[in-house]
């Protein structure tokens, strides 16, 4: 239930202490939440949620925005006896479809553009420069000239793109590297604003600082180290000022109509503030000249969600370890949808439920009957007039979703501790690495004996760089 958390709280120990912590004694307390933990496990191994095979995986992160603690994750499901072995959360690089779109062409276009929520854009017919590929929106169509928000909303690939190009691709990955991502070299491309090689740790910290209100924390899996001698470390992290408050505000803004009115309504909570995005991507030719099958319409190769309140941020991946093994038709995709859901009700039961605070910085108008925002003193503020996006051609996907609650809140979630420590040693790591019933309970004095490390071989992650991005 914890090897995946156990094998990043051996790494950072090794990283941040310069100490082997299989042979020195430590006494590791982590961020983790045991019962957030044992309730997400059982979310994707029980059947609450239901997934169309065994072969099908999930990667969910889960974070404390305001300072980058993980306080739950997932690193694969029906796993078995696996101990600390590959860890899809951290190490399965997917193309992570639209949920790039807020991190890499709309943020740096309101951070360095003054770009408005009603920022004109054009939803027209567009091939990459330099080449004739096409570049196509998820059902085919043009709208023509829209909002930043319905862009954004309903996950339209041409205006990212376009945006993106406005900004500039080094700006964008400049802002996308103060987020913590650094994208491979052969990935620095305008084609990376729908989607390139991400891991739900990456954005669940990524999408931290849009909740916090600009700052990027580090995800963190350790709280406190105890030496054999008393002596005692414990890490914190101030992090560093990613974006302003007022581009992290105006982004959140957008973000909340994709749950309410956009491409991530199966993921919405009832009465709880937040916001978020899907993400999916597609099959390239040669995938489908692999599996027939694929080819499909609306079959997708991986499907992400990752949505956050004030309190928690959680990206979830699902999908197939060897791509071509299946796709995922629209219902489908919405499983990432559920487990987020599930997930943030869980939690939101034990914390504030609180709206952001807008901005001084931040001014708002009305556009077209809709609330929208600007930069105070901004050059956007003269953007008075956009056209009306046409009503035939604004509906979002119709995903068919299939009717389903969010599984039955069996226990009370405990108060998140700081400095919970696990207590697991190498014989009762690989008794209870399958079942629930015999992981080991939080405690505040345990001390962690690491385990023997894992020789077994990481399943290879597939490439998916040059998959297009649908919603």
């Given at each position: 239930m ?6 990043e ?25 045991m ?5 997400l ?7 609450s949620?239901v997934?169309p ?7 969910v992160?889960?974070?404390?925005p305001?300072?980058g603690?993980v306080?739950?994750q ?19 690089t997917?193309?992570?479809?639209s ?6 062409d709309y943020g ?10 009603y ?6 017919p ?12 998820w059902d ?10 319905t ?12 945006t ?8 964008g ?7 913590g ?5 052969a990935?620095?491309?305008l084609?990376s604003?729908i ?18 209100g600009g ?36 982004l ?6 994709v749950?309410?009115s ?11 503030y ?16 692999a ?8 079959i997708a190769k991986?499907s ?6 004030r ?14 093994t299946?796709?995922m038709n ?6 990432a ?6 997930l ?10 609180k ?5 001084s910085s ?12 600007y ?14 996006t ?10 068919q ?40 309970e939080?405690?505040?004095s345990?001390?962690?004996t690491?385990?023997e ?10 490439s998916s ?6 919603p």
């Amino acid at each position: 239930m914890i090897d995946p958390y156990l094998t990043e709280v051996v790494k950072e120990v090794k990283a941040k202490m310069h100490v082997n912590p299989y042979t020195t004694g430590l006494k590791i307390y982590t961020n983790i939440d045991m019962s957030a933990q044992r309730y997400l496990y059982n979310l994707v191994n029980d059947g609450s949620i239901v997934f169309p095979s065994d072969q099908m995986q999930t990667a969910v992160t889960m974070t404390d925005p305001n300072t980058g603690k993980v306080i739950a994750q997932i690193g694969g499901r029906k796993t078995g006896d696996t101990l600390l072995g590959f860890n899809r959360a951290t190490q399965n690089t997917r193309s992570n479809g639209s949920t790039m779109k807020p991190l890499l062409d709309y943020g740096p276009a309101i951070e360095y553009l003054d770009y408005a929520t009603y920022q004109p854009l054009q939803d027209t017919p567009y091939t990459y420069a330099g080449t004739n590929l096409q570049l196509q929106d998820w059902d085919k169509q043009y709208l023509g000239t829209i909002t930043m928000r319905t862009a954004l909303v309903q996950s339209r690939n041409v205006p990212a793109i376009r945006t993106l190009d406005a900004v500039g691709l080094t700006r964008g990955l400049n802002f996308l590297k103060g987020l913590g991502i650094t994208l491979p070299e052969a990935e620095q491309t305008l084609s990376s604003g729908i989607g390139a090689s991400v891991t739900t740790e990456q954005e669940a910290a990524a999408y931290g600082a849009m909740a916090n209100g600009g700052t990027y924390y580090k995800a963190s899996y350790i709280n406190k180290v105890v030496s054999p001698d008393g002596s005692s470390q414990t890490f914190t992290s101030s992090g560093s000022k990613a974006m302003k408050a007022s581009t992290a505000y105006m982004l959140t803004d957008m973000l909340k109509g994709v749950l309410t009115s956009g491409t991530g309504t199966a993921a919405k909570v009832t009465g709880l503030y937040e916001a978020g995005k899907t993400g999916t991507t597609e099959y390239t030719q040669a995938e489908i000249n692999a599996n027939p099958a694929l080819a499909g319409t609306g079959i997708a190769k991986d499907s992400w969600f990752t949505g956050y309140t004030r309190n928690r941020v959680i990206s979830v991946w699902t999908g197939y370890d060897k791509a071509t093994t299946a796709g995922m038709n629209y219902t489908q995709q919405t499983i990432a949808q559920q487990i987020y859901k599930a997930l943030m009700a869980y939690e939101a039961k034990s914390l504030p439920n609180k709206d952001w605070v807008k901005p001084s910085s931040v001014a708002e108008t009305t556009v077209n009957g809709v609330r929208e925002l600007y930069l105070a003193k901004s050059a956007a503020a003269s953007q008075t007039t956009v056209p009306e996006t046409p009503s035939t051609n604004t509906q979002v996907p119709q995903y068919q979703t299939p009717q389903y609650q969010t599984p039955a809140q069996t226990e009370t979630p405990a108060q998140s501790s700081s400095s919970e420590a696990i207590s697991q040693s190498a014989s009762s790591q690989s008794s209870s690495a399958a079942t629930e019933s015999s992981a080991p309970e939080a405690s505040s004095s345990a001390e962690v004996t690491p385990p023997e490390e894992s020789s077994s071989a990481a399943p290879p992650a597939e490439s998916s760089s040059e998959a297009s991005a649908t919603p």
